[in-house]
């Protein structure tokens, strides 16, 4: 992914226009740090691209803009590091780049995740030959892997690493959701615990 800035401020209540990239719904600066990464994960899949403001001085707006392709530097706009400060743009960019930071970081650790789990998937659905997700038994083995999933387990002989290049919250979500998943199943099935509990409650009635 590669992040841009727009090479002049924009006044306040005036959308610029690029033939790369749309400004339509542009995300405040300030509202980054707690900004759903859910959306974000959307508005990257969907759009192809993230858009961002920052409300500047005198009434005047500064855009930046991730895009998953690369493309040369122009008049309009240029490739923002995230490092690089000139003097004319240093104290906009200070407090953007603070932000933007934060937010790449953990937004290449969700990127890095789904890729993960999109593998982990992948695999489990070509070796039961099954391509619904919502399967049951696609669903017990991706909660039994689940559960396998440390700081180093394996997986059919391959290293599974979680570290910081992992968004562990979106692995125990995921995890989460699967297990209650498997548990109502398990507890509704006609050996189940609850399948039972709901039969003599309904042969109760029924003898009443």
């Given at each position: 992914?590669?992040l841009?800035r727009?090479?002049?401020?924009i006044?306040?209540g ?5 033939p790369i990239v749309s400004f339509e ?5 300030s509202?980054?740090?707690t900004y ?15 858009t ?6 005198d009434g005047?707006?500064v ?9 040369p530097d122009?008049t309009?706009y ?12 240093h104290?906009?960019d200070?407090?953007?780049n603070?932000?933007?930071?934060r937010f790449?970081?953990?937004f290449?650790?969700?990127l890095?995740t789904r890729s993960f789990l999109s ?6 659905q070509h070796?039961?030959n099954?391509t619904?997700?919502?399967?049951m038994?696609?669903?017990e ?9 440390r700081?180093?387990?394996?997986y059919h ?6 570290d910081d290049?992992?968004d562990?919250?979106?692995?125990q979500r995921?995890r989460?959701?699967?297990r209650?998943?498997?548990e ?5 099935r ?5 399948f039972m ?5 309904f042969e109760?009635i029924?003898?009443?």
């Open positions: 992914m590669y841009y727009l090479s002049e401020y006044p306040v005036t959308t610029p226009t690029l719904n542009s995300i405040d600066m509202r980054v740090p759903p990464m859910d959306e974000m994960e959307r508005l990257w899949k969907e759009e192809k691209q993230i961002f403001v920052l409300h500047y001085l005047n707006d855009y930046y803009f991730l895009l998953p392709t690369d493309h122009t309009n240029w490739h923002h590091e995230l490092t690089n400060q000139t003097l004319k743009w104290h906009c200070f407090y953007s603070r932000i933007l930071e790449l970081g953990r290449k650790r969700r890095h593998d982990i998937y992948l695999q489990i070796e039961l099954i619904d997700e919502n399967d038994r696609f669903q083995v991706l909660y039994e892997t689940l559960c396998t999933i700081i180093e387990s394996s002989n391959q290293l599974i690493q979680i290049l992992h562990r919250e979106l692995i995921v989460d959701e699967v209650e998943n498997v109502m199943e398990r507890r509704y006609p050996d189940g615990e609850g509990e709901a039969q003599q409650s109760k029924s003898r009443s």
